[in-house]
């Protein structure tokens, strides 16, 4: 099956500074790659997304990257600010099923 | 407003009982998946369902059952026969012909003494 690991698990940035977010993935079958913010007691919500046909997309200050060849994808948040801080999960689908990362907790420090 | 709702959004149960969570969805969402959430880890998948009357296991199906009578309704069921119970509940739902896009409900908080 799919494996997916996430890094770093913490991260802490300065306001206004960049946040960078790592993934990989094992099957290359898995052709969808979205990223999830997920608030204390809440339930995750999709903020980005990228599909296995693409190698960036960027949302204002959120972007993703993908590399098929070496099976990793990336998320980075610019000009981070102190809402930013969430718990953040990777993910990668083979259509039918999602395989998640173990999150990274982000702290923008004001 | 659509959305995902699920209910309770927090229980408590004994050990030994059986316990039904609950996840409604007007999306005219197909699919519908239901995840356990343990601190510092990420969603692991128990079940989902493309298609009403129909449902598969997912990674740790053992000790839980569903139900899909209804597009809107997918019921999780915690039976006894769960070693650890005590976690976070999320569902969520896309749709079919995409089944791609994930949208999760709030979460039921279980606790099981």
């Known amino acids: 099956g799919e494996n997916v690991e996430q890094h770093p698990s913490t991260l802490s940035v300065q306001e206004g500074d960049s946040a960078v977010i790592k993934c990989t993935y094992s099957?290359?079958?898995?052709?969808?790659f979205p990223w999830y913010k997920q608030e204390l007691g809440k339930g995750p919500q999709l903020i980005i997304d990228?599909?296995?046909?693409?190698g960036e997309k960027k949302d204002q200050r959120i972007a993703v990257t993908l590399n098929k060849t070496a099976k990793h994808f990336s998320l980075h948040i610019t000009e981070t600010q102190p809402e930013d801080s969430a718990v953040y999960f990777c993910?990668?689908?083979?259509?039918?099923?999602?395989?998640f990362g173990s999150g990274t907790k982000l702290n923008v420090k004001p | 407003d659509g959305g995902i709702t699920q209910s309770p959004k927090y229980l408590f149960r004994k050990e030994g009982q059986n316990v039904t969570l609950s996840c409604e969805q007007n999306l005219n969402h197909d699919a519908m998946y239901w995840y356990r959430q343990d601190p510092g880890q990420g969603l692991r998948l128990i079940y989902y369902?493309?298609?009403?009357?129909?449902?598969q296991k997912g990674d740790i199906a053992e000790g839980y059952s569903v139900s899909r009578e209804k597009k809107e309704s997918f019921p999780l069921t915690v039976t006894s026969a769960q070693k650890n119970p005590t976690a976070f509940y999320l569902c969520a739902s896309a749709i079919r012909d995409t089944l791609y896009e994930q949208y999760f409900g709030p979460g039921t908080r279980l606790t099981v003494t």
């Open positions: 990228i599909r296995s046909n693409v």
């Open positions: 099957d290359s079958a898995s052709n969808y």
């Open positions: 369902s493309q298609i009403v009357n129909d449902f």
């Open positions: 993910a990668a689908s083979n259509f039918n099923k999602f395989y």
